[in-house]
């Protein structure tokens, strides 16, 4: 029967949630990748000694408590016999002439010396005290929780309920709003939303009644997010908002992983996750499933609790959360989609916006040929721009770029009636000369731009305002959940381009950010198409901007090859999910490098030490067993060996589990990690 995905407790508000509880939770500082909510620390020392074996273990400590008695037995009786001896030798001492209160007094101090010794020598060649961490104390401890009443079960439950997590604004002079909290039921949601709009409120103290009056109008319900929506529907991960972090499995105990790690739960938020990720792994080993949906959601939470901004690209069928997680969802292809989107992502230099759009549509192996089509885009959008104030719609500009007279004609006379025809007349003119040449970049954008001009699209990219709302990527700076659904089942092609498109934008639009105070969060459930060399360097520049990428693949050979060690570079978080291709391996192996790890070498060799006897004794022993003495040699060294080599990734990864590398905004990274996504 398969591992089942356990259902993850929810902060919902309502009676089964326990914000007080939540709220006083321990969080203990951690490493990257730990999930810190309820956490408990690891002592090394502890866990290296826990790398023995059970039995071994336990036989060691028998065997050294048995010799430890029997030294305890004749120890005392020897230093007693030698305390007797002396006194008697010498006249003085306790045993000279002792008294029976003098000689009790004695032979207590021997036994105890004696047995202080034995504790001490033989304790520590035994590890009693590793044997009482491991088995004696967890059983006592058990025995006690089974025995102790269950008053004190709940007087300790009330104790945690009794936790004010509304402390903070009683002290800052905000009683009345903590007074209303205390009689509604919030969830974490409104905890983190209303906590955060607090200590906004606390960097001026005019706000601060204003932040009063607005709690006690709308209880948990204030400064709720522009959809007013207070939770996710469907929410099944583990969530800790406080920390911004999401529970993705458990970290494997295993000799490959740090100690620091070793069976705590593994956890992504927005301080790795700032430095992008770069998930490989073939179709169905769970990358949807077990890391983009899981994002996703936790991106939607933070967007509602006004602390991120999510936009989550991939194909209309692809599980990435029902349409109700999102407030913009653009399906192209779909009729019934509410929102199209704008080809040039409301870029206010018109050659940027060419720039991108023509770069976005030429397939990868035209990608030589992208100078010279971002130059033929340009001369159109800019004049366009300049003489209707706005940015040409898809059939306008394949007009334009095919050469249309007609189309170009208008173009100069709409110039010429808003006194502009001047600045661009030369641009008009290179794109006159260019029509009807072999190499007219404008003719192949033409042509590309063809794919997007289908009926199933109509009104999709529409600039003139006759269409669906265009949504643009300006607004990341705003808490928006946004889901872009690529028609991959209908229009392939298209759906490549789109896709390239939108990345692009969000790239860029994420880097030119003027308030970057929310994290902006990218999930894309197939790169292979949407990558670039202008892209991978943005990805590069989003760590210092707050922004961050989730990217899924299915193999690196889906990306050009000049793409795969520079995409590498750019993210500091690097997945590899079992079945990846060695040549796929070799790339993760590289990356990962080498560490030292401790060998041992054990050599045999016959014997040949000793005299005659002993000779003639090993030839007998030959001659009836048929076995030659051999002497046996152990050499230790520290060797330099691959953290993960391509074979061990691509044949020994169990399903369900993946290794992951992290690397903090703040610089501090963690080497590979073995997680067990099921659990």
Same mark, same amino acid.
């Given at each position: ?26 969080? @203990? ?117 089974? %025995? ?5 079960? &709940? ?26 909290? *205390? ?53 099944? %991960? ?16 295993? @000799? ?60 209309? &069928? ?42 976005? /549509?030429?397939? *990868? ?61 030369? *641009? ?23 794919? /997007? ?15 669906? @709302? ?17 028609? &991959? ?9 789109? +896709? ?27 790169? +292979? ?28 050979? *889906? ?18 999910? @079992? ?16 560490? /030292? ?75 590979? /990690? ?6």
């Amino acid at each position: 029967m398969p591992h089942q995905r356990p259902h993850r407790p929810t902060g919902a508000a309502g009676p089964a949630f326990d914000l007080s509880a939540w709220v006083a939770a321990p969080r @203990p500082e951690a490493a990257p990748g730990i999930y810190r909510q309820g956490y408990r620390q690891i002592d090394p020392d502890r866990a290296e000694a826990g790398r023995v074996p059970t039995w071994p273990l336990l036989l060691r400590a028998v065997l050294n408590a048995v010799v430890g008695w029997f030294a305890y037995l004749y120890g005392t009786q020897l230093l007693t016999y030698v305390l007797v001896w002396f006194g008697g030798q010498t006249g003085i001492g306790p045993l000279a002439e002792p008294s029976e209160s003098e000689a009790m007094l004695t032979l207590l101090v021997v036994n105890a010396v004696v047995l202080a010794v034995v504790i001490k020598v033989f304790g520590r060649m035994g590890r009693w005290p590793e044997v009482w961490r491991r088995y004696v104390a967890p059983l006592l401890s058990r025995t006690v929780t089974q %025995e102790a009443p269950a008053a004190d079960a &709940e007087v300790a439950e009330a104790a945690a309920r009794s936790a004010d997590p509304w402390v903070v604004l009683r002290a800052g002079g905000a009683g009345v709003a903590a007074g209303r909290l *205390d009689g509604e039921a919030v969830g974490d949601i409104d905890y983190v939303r209303i906590r955060q709009a607090w200590e906004l409120a606390q960097a001026d103290p005019v706000f601060v009644p204003a932040f009063v009056a607005q709690v006690a109008a709308r209880g948990a319900a204030a400064f709720a997010h522009p959809s007013e929506v207070r939770e996710l529907p469907g929410r099944d %991960e583990q969530h800790d908002l406080l920390l911004r972090q999401v529970r993705l499995g458990t970290t494997q105990d295993v @000799p490959k992983n740090p100690l620091t790690h070793r069976a705590a739960g593994f956890a992504l938020d927005p301080a790795v996750l700032g430095t992008s990720l770069l998930a490989v792994g073939p179709a169905g080993t769970g990358k949807t499933a077990r890391l983009a949906r899981p994002v996703a959601e936790a991106l939607c939470l933070q967007a509602l609790a006004g602390t991120a901004c999510a936009v989550v690209i991939g194909s209309a &069928e692809a599980d990435l959360g029902p349409d109700a997680w999102y407030d913009v969802v653009i399906a192209p292809g779909d009729p019934g989609s509410a929102y199209g989107l704008d080809l040039y992502g409301a870029a206010r230099d018109p050659d940027e916006a060419a720039a991108r759009l023509a770069e976005a /549509l030429l397939p *990868d192996e035209l990608t030589a040929r992208a100078e010279s089509a971002r130059t033929a885009l340009q001369q159109v959008v800019g004049p366009f721009h300049a003489a209707y104030g706005r940015y040409p719609g898809v059939r306008e500009l394949r007009a334009l770029l095919g050469g249309e007279t007609e189309a170009l004609g208008a173009l100069a006379k709409a110039l010429g009636t808003a006194g502009r025809l001047a600045l661009y007349e030369r *641009d008009l003119a290179h794109r006159e000369r260019q029509r009807g040449r072999a190499d007219d970049p404008g003719a192949l954008l033409a042509d590309r731009l063809a794919l /997007l001009d289908r009926p199933a699209f109509e009104g999709a990219f529409a600039t003139d305002g006759t269409g669906r @709302p265009p949504f643009a990527m300006r607004v990341l700076d705003h808490p928006l959940r946004v889901r872009v659904k690529l028609p &991959e089942r209908g229009h392939p092609e298209a759906a490549r381009m789109l +896709s390239r498109l939108v990345v692009g934008q969000f790239v860029q639009a994420a880097g030119v950010r003027e308030d970057r105070s929310l994290f902006a969060g990218l999930v894309v459930d197939d790169v +292979s198409a949407a990558l670039d060399a202008h892209t991978v360097r943005g990805l590069q520049r989003m760590r210092g901007a707050n922004a961050g990428a989730v990217l899924l693949l299915r193999t690196l050979v *889906d990306l050009p090859e000049a793409l795969r060690a520079p995409l590498f570079g750019a993210v500091g978080c690097r997945m590899a999910f @079992p079945g990846i291709a060695p040549w796929d391996g070799r790339l993760f192996s590289e990356a990962w490098g080498t560490h /030292l790890v401790r060998e041992t070498a054990v050599t045999h060799t016959p014997d040949t030490s000793g005299g005659l006897l002993r000779r003639a004794g090993r030839l007998g022993r030959k001659a009836l067993s048929g076995t030659t003495a051999q002497t046996e040699s152990v050499t230790t060294r520290e060797v330099e060996r691959l953290r993960w080599s391509p074979s061990d990734l691509a044949h020994a990864l169990p399903a369900g589990h993946a290794v992951v590398s992290l690397t903090a905004v703040s610089g501090e990274q963690v080497p590979p /990690l073995l997680v067990d996504l099921r659990d």
